[in-house]
């Protein structure tokens, strides 16, 4: 990375950094008190996994905070999906009847 970092991305990476410090702290004290070497392994396992997760989640969310505070909000809300059509409500197609009276 070059340039400087904003407050947010230091702090992000020290988040990162506790956590994969514990991921291996965690399993050394549980060695020490006397859990088994398998069960302080699936321990490392498990922290590693859930830091890796929360370390893209993280990334991803400054990624979204860094494309908002450029000014691009997103997808614009003309190119919508299938379901998620522009308007007033009005459907396409289908059968019309003349106002809200009774069919009948």
């Known amino acids: 990375m070059s340039g400087p970092s904003t407050p947010s991305e230091d702090s992000a990476t020290d988040v990162v950094r506790w956590a994969a410090f514990s991921c ?24 590693a996994a859930v830091t890796a997760v929360c370390r893209l989640l993280l990334r991803q969310s400054e990624r979204g905070a860094a494309r ?12 919508r999906g299938r379901h998620h059509r522009t308007g007033t409500g009005a459907h396409r197609g289908g059968r019309h009847t003349g106002g809200n009276t009774p069919v009948g």
């Open 68 to 79: 908002i505070k450029a000014g691009e909000a997103g997808p614009s809300p003309r190119r």
């Open 24 to 47: 291996v702290l965690v399993p050394v004290v549980l060695l020490w008190y006397g859990t088994s070497l398998a069960g302080a392994t699936g321990t490392a396992l498990g922290l």
